[in-house]
T-cell receptor, first 116, second 116 residues
Framework: EAGVAQSPRYKIIEKRQSVAFWCNPI?????LYWYQQILGQGPKLLIQ????????DSQLPKDRFSAERLKGVDSTLKIQPAKLEDSAVYLC??????????????FGPGTRLTVT | AQTVTQSQPEMSVQEAETVTLSCTYD???????LFWYKQPPSRQMILVIR??????QNATENRFSVNFQKAAKSFSLKISDSQLGDTAMYFC?????????????FGAGTILRVKS
């Protein structure tokens, strides 16, 4: 079974530029999550999708961050314009369903963003 | 709001020995899940072990076991017969099922180094 795929793995941009990250969840997983992991901290949920609908985006900085999940499969997370404090690893995770038996989330390798 | 605290930023252990990582959490809920995730240097986060709050028996997975003290809101991870491959960042995480969209709340993590 293929895992959660993310690209790119690394990205360096200047502040005020825009950037987009892509995530392909495990096949059949209805729920998709985007987390932000700042160096030295645990991951923090940015947004959660159930199929192609948003379930929770309470911690997403909506003035600069946006995310979509077209057709309930792949997802993109965009930052525009980027700030220095956006430097972090962006993790994508998926789970079989909301309220599934195991509640287990499967994580991708992450995208390390550096904003200079 | 739920919080997760990992008071040990770094730990080290000799190969083949046993180490215990600490985690405390704060919640007023009675039904919840607790997890330990492992994040090796490659950054792919994987689930180590899971505990349902309604279960009194401590979870075990091969060399990994937990000491779940619900009244004390404590959830420690014991790794027996430590191996070099156990070197990683370990995150304790908390989830309330079917509320807040099954959001995982992570602690800040503990870096574990296994020495040969």
């Amino acid at each position: 079974e293929a895992g959660v795929a993310q690209s790119p793995r690394y990205k360096i941009i200047e502040k005020r530029q825009s950037v987009a990250f892509w995530c392909n969840p495990i096949s059949g997983h209805a729920t998709l999550y985007w987390y932000q992991q700042i160096l030295g901290q645990g991951p923090k949920l940015l947004i959660q999708f159930q199929n192609n609908g948003v379930v929770d985006d309470s911690q997403l900085p909506k003035d600069r961050f946006s995310a979509e999940r077209l057709k309930g499969v792949d997802s993109t997370l965009k930052i525009q314009p980027a700030k220095l404090e956006d430097s972090a690893v962006y993790l994508c995770a998926s789970s079989l369903e909301w309220g599934g038996l195991s509640y287990e989330q499967y994580f991708g390798p992450g995208t390390r963003l550096t904003v200079t | 709001a739920q919080t997760v605290t990992q008071s040990q930023p770094e730990m080290s252990v000799q190969e083949a020995e046993t180490v215990t990582l600490s985690c405390t959490y704060d919640t007023s809920e009675s039904n919840y899940y607790l997890f330990w995730y492992k994040q090796p240097p490659s950054r792919q986060m994987i689930l180590v072990i899971r505990q349902e709050a309604y279960k009194q028996q401590n979870a075990t997975e091969n060399r990994f076991s937990v000491n779940f003290q619900k009244a004390a809101k404590s959830f420690s991870l014991k790794i027996s017969d430590s191996q070099l491959g156990d070197t990683a960042m370990y995150f304790c995480a908390f989830m309330i099922p079917d509320a807040s969209a099954n959001k995982l709340v992570f602690g800040a993590g503990t870096i574990l180094r296994v020495k040969s």
